[in-house]
């Protein structure tokens, strides 16, 4: 069940656009493809590998990502618009068995396209921690929900 790397963290903000030009123009970062999570998101890239998630936040969230990644913040300034942190991952199986034995209450999401199984749960500072498989690691398991299921 080891961890390699952070992945990527989420942005919630007022505006995609604004908050996306401006890591393009000041950082150099390039945008790239993303999942049809049937909510807004454009994810920025360096070297090839996505970094940074933008979505909306505030009050304007669609209830579609309420569902999907959840949202404990409405904030658009500040610290609060890091909605969570994104780790990838291996051994899936062992880390399902690890947080039941910690009872550790986490959810399970899939995301075809990007061919994710997605592990979600809270540290002790209610930060959201996101850990990612290949779906290839999740045959037989069936997530809570589908990124194209709703």
């Not at 991952?89 to 550790?104: F, I, P, S, Y």
């Not at 075809?112 to 209610?126: A, S």
């Amino acid at each position: 069940m080891p961890l390699s790397h952070i992945e990527h963290f989420l942005v919630q903000t007022e505006s995609i656009e604004k908050t996306r030009d401006w890591y393009v123009r000041v950082l150099g970062m390039e945008v790239g493809p993303n999942p049809d999570f049937k909510f807004p998101v454009c994810w920025l890239y360096l070297g090839g590998k996505d970094i940074v998630h933008i979505t909306e936040g505030g009050a304007k969230v669609s209830e579609n990502r309420k569902k999907y990644v959840g949202q404990e913040s409405q904030a658009t300034h500040g610290t609060g618009v890091l909605d969570h942190i994104a780790f990838r991952a291996t051994g899936l199986g062992k880390m399902l068995e690890h947080l039941r034995a910690e009872k550790v209450d986490f959810k399970q999401r899939q995301v075809n396209d990007q061919g994710l199984y997605q592990l979600f749960m809270y540290d002790p500072n209610g930060i959201k921690i996101e850990l990612n498989y290949t779906n290839s690691e999740a045959a037989g398991i069936k997530p809570e929900l589908m990124a194209s299921g709703f």
